[in-house]
């Protein structure tokens, strides 16, 4: 006979029955234990992941909770691979009371409770729809729970869920516990396959369920480098820092900047954003992008994202798009900050454009700007020649070379200049001593001079003085005297002022008169105007420099010459760029001397000029210039004889001269210097002659004239040596051709400074003295 057993007699029987692992099955849940049935459908599945998930789900929701000695063990045996994963049945609460129902159901379900994973698996679908039909109409919780995990075997997930959400709330822990697990389950199912749209409908059911393993699963994929999938699913849950470095390693920055800095309330990625911010502010900046970089770093400002070191590349940023006085805002708040910082202060000037005029008023406030000046005037000066100045302003080369108020010297000059004896022939000899000081940033050279001029005898038949030279010659052939001259320098800022004050000689036959100069430099930043009225003796003879006499008869002497020529001369340079120059010049002059007629002069000449360093090895060189040139002179009057009322001087009616030069400057502040000068052109001479006594009323003779063409030819080379730390020595050598005169002079001179000295600068070159140089610069 057969015999009537209840549903809930039969489920438990089979769910009593040993496991394939040899173990006991867990015992039946309490009211303050967890329910185990999830973790035990996992491990009968061999369901690793899953089981260990719903494991420490289950231990986060049930601190207190103590696993038994069996599911510890099941769970081993699944982390142990690899270990045979067998079904093992889940328990059934007995939270319901057994029912008596008909015997069909009752031999289905437990014929269903029996089997194993398997057979649940491949057990038609028609005997589980019947089974689910007896379980929904007699509300059983037991069998709708069997019913559930049957269908959490075949995977169908979701009509688990539906079975487990039927159980009543008597056995509402296990209910909880199922309904959990399928949930578990379709979010694990949904990630295996991507489903985005799955994930977001559960995650928007069950929100506090599935964040946790959705933020696990795509913490693991961003761990696992699968970038994209760990980026989807931090979409679903709105994973802010997720999203934004699994963008980042997707290399799609703009749209991880872009939602960074869109989220608010989360420290952590408003960091990232304002790291990605100055990434790119820098980035930009180095890319010459200044517009993006000054609108990053605006942006970074109202965060409160911006750095010192970031406001530095702001300042820079402006200054480069022109945007000064915001750059001058910006460094000028770091320098509060930090006023020692060297990086900020370089920065503020370059604000300033370097421009030291602009710069002045903050020069009381910031040392720095102070110091910056000064050595902003003083390389300006060094570049200009005014080596005092630059020593005034205390840059380092010119305290090397220059810082010496008191100086001494002694020199010889010699000067030869052909032409007939006694008439334009000259040789000159001069010693000279003097001594130096600087007063109140003016120095001042006072020296004395000895000259001693040679012309020698004239031949008999050459006019001089009142006629032609007969057997003896009556004029002088010699003149000898002293003279003393002062001369009074200034440099500032933009301009140098010279004076110069002498009288010379004091023996000579017509009367000794002062000469002197005044004039002039003004310097600006691409052209120079130097401006100079002077008086100075013609040297062009001994008749024009110191005057001579003639002896006639009854005896008659008659002293004349001594020429002074009173006028201005200027030099205009133009820099048209860093290599390539343009100048011109003038002169203007009148000239007058005791019995000799009086005479004008006018002169122009225009030069260029390019310097060829950058094609060179400019190390020991200071420039080296060549160009092309052009002049043209006239006098009112041909006065070049020798006769009374002639000056002896060259003074041609027309001298035009067309050809190239080239200078050539060593280094400044070296133990020694050379400069040279050479030019080569074409010559043409014509002078009109006219009265052999041009004061005399009545007509005694004509000069004839003249009309000379050729090649003109002058060089110049000098140098000075440094030989001792108070001592050097400097001397010159020059030559000249042209077509009506040919002349050589050469000079040397001992120097004592009482200041030691490292070095040697173009100013105490002999050709810059103003004398022979003619300018200022």
């Known amino acids: ?107 289905l379900m437990g014929q269903l409770a029996n089997m194993n994973d398997s057979q649940w698996q491949t057990v038609s679908s028609d005997l589980i729809d019947r089974a689910e039909g007896f379980a929904l109409t007699e509300r059983n919780d037991d069998a709708l729970l069997l019913m559930g995990w049957i269908n959490m075997a075949r995977q169908h997930f979701e009509r688990a869920r539906d079975l487990f959400s039927e159980v009543s709330d008597n056995s509402s822990k296990a209910r909880n516990d199922a309904i959990g697990a399928a949930i578990d389950a379709l979010v694990f199912n949904a990630i295996a396959q991507n489903d985005r749209v799955a994930l977001e409908k559960l995650f928007s059911a069950y929100p506090v369920q599935t964040q946790p393993l959705l933020r696990g ?116 708040d770091l320098l509060k900050q930090a006023p020692d910082d060297k990086e900020s202060q370089n920065a503020l000037i370059h604000a300033y454009n370097y421009d030291a005029e602009a710069l002045g008023p903050l020069a009381a406030e910031y040392p720095f700007v102070a110091e910056f000046i000064a050595s902003q005037h003083g390389e300006l000066a060094w570049g200009r020649k005014q080596f005092d100045l630059a020593n005034r302003t205390g840059i380092t080369r010119a305290k090397a070379t220059v810082d010496s108020n008191l100086q001494a010297y002694v020199g010889l000059t010699t000067r030869h200049r052909n032409g007939l004896r006694g008439l334009g022939h000259l040789d000159e000899q001069a010693g000279y001593a003097g001594m130096s000081t600087v007063v109140d940033d003016i120095k001042i050279d006072l020296s004395v001079r000895h000259e001693r001029l040679f012309s020698g005898t004239g031949a008999e038949g050459t006019f001089f003085g009142g006629g032609a030279v007969g057997t003896t010659f009556t004029g002088d052939t010699m003149q000898t005297g002293q003279g ?46 130097s401006i100079m009225g002077y008086r100075q ?81 400019s190390e020991r060189l200071d420039y080296l210039r060549v160009g092309p040139y052009i002049s043209w002179q006239k006098y009112d009057h041909d006065l070049s004889d020798f006769t009374l009322g002639q000056g002896g001087y060259f003074s041609p009616q027309r001298f035009v001269s067309a050809g190239a030069s080239a200078e050539l400057l060593s280094a400044e502040a070296q133990q020694w210097q050379i400069r040279s000068r050479l030019s080569l052109g074409w010559s043409s001479v014509y002078e009109e002659g006219g009265a052999r006594f041009p004061l005399s009323p009545e007509t005694f003779g004509e000069v004839s004239p003249s009309n000379q063409k050729g090649i003109s030819a002058d060089i110049f080379v000098e140098g000075q040596y440094q030989f001792a730390s108070h001592w050097s020595v400097a001397g010159y050598i020059s030559r000249s051709h042209a077509v009506a005169y040919q002349a050589t002079f050469a000079g040397i001179e001992l120097r004592w400074y009482a200041a030691p000295r490292r070095g040697v600068t173009s100013d105490t070159l002999f050709g810059s003295k103003p004398a022979l140089k003619d300018f200022l610069f």
């Open 1 to 107: 006979m057969k015999a009537k057993i209840s549903l809930s007699f039969a489920i438990a029987v089979a769910l009593a029955a040993p496991t394939p692992f040899a173990l006991t099955a867990p015992a039946l849940l309490t009211s303050s234990a967890p329910d185990l049935t999830g973790v035990w459908y996992h491990i009968r599945h061999e369901q690793t992941d899953l089981a260990n998930a719903e494991f420490q789900r289950l231990k986060q929701k049930y601190p207190q909770w103590t696993p038994d000695e069996a599911l510890s063990e099941a769970l081993e045996a699944l982390n142990r691979p690899p270990a045979p994963a067998k079904p093992i049945a889940p328990p059934m609460s007995e939270a319901s009371n057994p029912q008596n129902k008909p015997d069909e159901m009752s031999l």
């Open 217 to 332: 699963a795509a913490w693991d994929a961003f761990d696992n480098n699968a970038m994209d999938k760990a980026n989807m699913l931090f979409s679903v849950i709105d994973e802010r820092l997720g999203r934004v470095l699994s963008l980042a390693e997707l290399h799609r920055n703009d749209e991880a900047s872009t939602l960074a800095c869109s989220t608010t309330g989360n420290p952590e990625v408003e960091n990232w954003c304002n790291s990605a911010l100055a990434t790119q502010l820098v980035t930009r900046y180095e890319n010459a992008d200044y517009t993006g970089s000054i609108a990053i770093a605006e942006q970074l400002d109202e965060r409160g994202g911006m750095t010192p070191a970031l406001n530095q590349l702001y300042g820079w940023s402006l200054a480069n798009d022109e945007q000064f006085s915001k750059a001058r805002v910006v460094f000028g």
């Open 484 to 529: 003393i001259e002062v001369d009074v320098t200034r440099q500032a800022k933009d301009w140098t002022g010279y004076a110069n004050l002498g009288y010379l000689l004091f023996n000579q036959p017509v009367s000794t008169r002062f000469t002197g100069a005044l004039g002039g430099t003004y310097f600006q930043p691409n052209w120079q105007l």
């Open 537 to 617: 003796r013609r040297k062009d003879s001994m008749l024009s420099q110191t005057g001579t006499h003639w002896r006639g008869e009854n005896p008659f002497t008659t002293a004349w010459g001594g020429v002074l020529q009173t006028g201005m001369k200027g030099l205009g340079v133009l820099t048209l760029n860093d290599r390539w120059a343009v100048s011109s010049s003038f002169n203007f002059a009148a000239l007058e001397g005791e019995g000799v007629k009086d005479n004008g002069t006018y002169s122009l000449r225009m030069d260029m000029s390019r310097d060829l360093l950058d094609n060179i090895d």
